[in-house]
């Protein structure tokens, strides 16, 4: 899930950043959606082993406690938003379903035009998101949210699916996809432009941030990763390796005060987090 941070561009912050180890999650799953700030973050849905999860856990900045349920267990989920105010798109389950959370409950939102099952990329608000790609062979379309139904938006210059992404409906970025895609696009509210391409190309990764200050980390290329990039002005830019190697996680919080919590490398989900700083 995406969070922006505000810096005066000749004071942002110069990584690279460094990862710590944090409280787990009570429990370990992959695929799972995420969203909120480092210090205030939301995991739900996701899988371990052969067991799909509706659960939410809700994070303070020190620990993790059990939220509201999803109306259903699901997997391959995306969110974003705030811990108060967050969405939960597509996955494989009702996979054009959209549930919002209000900090304690989730209740069902306006449904996408089309099924978006395979971790669709999303950004944005509640009451102001957008998501894309999601179906098996990939998609380029995108649609918008405006807190109660979804319209067409600009189509993305290339089909994704199980990529990066962070930022707003004005501010967004796209980087990485299966397979192994290097390639990044940001968006600026009217239409989608090619950026700098990602170091390392991989997919099932998750990010933080927004197109002018974005993090990439974690994923699969020829076996599962640490790595972590981050994207200034166009450039991306190695950054601290991740304590673990692991991929099908999920993000939230910005590009100098992240987090990344479960994945996996094998049938096993993790309940392992950590937390990105660049001081």
Known sequence: MPGIGFYIKDAWPEGPGAWTTENNLSQGRYGLGGAGLQDSALAFGGR????????????????????????ETKMYVMGTG?????????????????EEY??????LG???SIDRQYHPGTVGTQTAGMTWSG????????????????????????????GADG????????????????????????AWVYGGNLNTGRHYLSGSGNSS???SFGGYSGGTQQTTEEYNDSVW??????????????????????LAFGGRTGSTGFQTTESYSIS
């Open 213 to 215: 200050h974005g993090l």
């Open 167 to 190: 930022g707003t409906q004005t501010a967004a970025f796209s980087a990485g996809g299966y397979s192994d895609l290097t390639t990044t696009e940001e968006y600026n509210g009217n």
């Open 82 to 98: 705030s811990q108060t105010a967050a969405l939960c798109v597509g996955g494989n389950g009702t996979a054009s379903r959209v």
């Open 102 to 107: 209000n900090g304690s409950a989730w209740s």
């Open 135 to 162: 179906p098996s062979a990939g998609s380029a379309t995108s649609e918008k949210y405006d807190g109660a139904s979804w319209s067409s938006g600009d189509d993305l210059n290339s089909t994704r699916r199980y």
């Open 48 to 71: 371990n082993v052969s067991t799909n999860y509706s659960t939410s856990e809700e994070y303070n900045g020190v620990s993790w406690a059990a939220g509201g349920s999803l109306s």
């Open 237 to 258: 830019t190695a950054g601290g390796n991740m304590s673990i190697n692991r991929y099908q996680l999920a993000g939230a919080g910005t590009q100098i005060d992240a």
């Open 110 to 112: 306006g449904s996408t």
